[in-house]
């Protein structure tokens, strides 16, 4: 029932997560959420911080700890937006654009392996119903 199917999610999450991070993000030493964020930054460009917090799905203050990190790492850069005193931007710089163009090959590699024992109506299916679930909660958090 719900039970299982949602508590299925959560493990499933963590397991592929875990794989991830002891995998392909290994070697350049990232979390997932360091990844997660890159990869928002890398697709969509420079963002306020609060964008790139809802889109990678963490809270500003988990947001704000992994900028830092990255930023030591000169793999993003922060300024103040130039409208907005009150907003961040955030970017990356161009080690963060070559590490992802880098690192992206090698994590949707990752990911074709870690689905492959679902045929493609399987994938598309589940896609489909965990979108379903994501409108769900976000209607409920409102």
Not at 80 to 94: E, G, K
Request: charged share 25%; aromatic share 6%; glycine share 6%.
């Amino acid at each position: 029932g719900s039970m299982a199917a949602v508590s299925n999610i959560f493990r499933v999450a963590t397991t592929i997560r875990n794989h991830m991070e002891r995998s392909v993000l290994a070697e350049p030493d990232l979390s997932f959420t360091a990844f997660t964020v890159l990869w928002v930054l890398w697709i969509w460009g420079e963002q306020e911080a609060r964008h790139v917090a809802e889109e990678s799905g963490v809270s500003r203050g988990t947001l704000t700890g992994v900028v830092s990190t990255l930023e030591r790492r000169a793999l993003v850069r922060r300024r103040r937006h130039p409208d907005d005193r009150r907003s961040v931007l955030v970017a990356t710089t161009p080690a963060g654009e070559d590490l992802m163009a880098q690192l992206f090959p090698a994590f949707n590699a990752e990911e074709a392996k870690v689905s492959a024992g679902l045929s493609v109506a399987q994938k598309s299916d589940l896609a489909d119903a965990l979108r379903s679930i994501l409108r769900t909660v976000d209607r409920l958090d409102g």
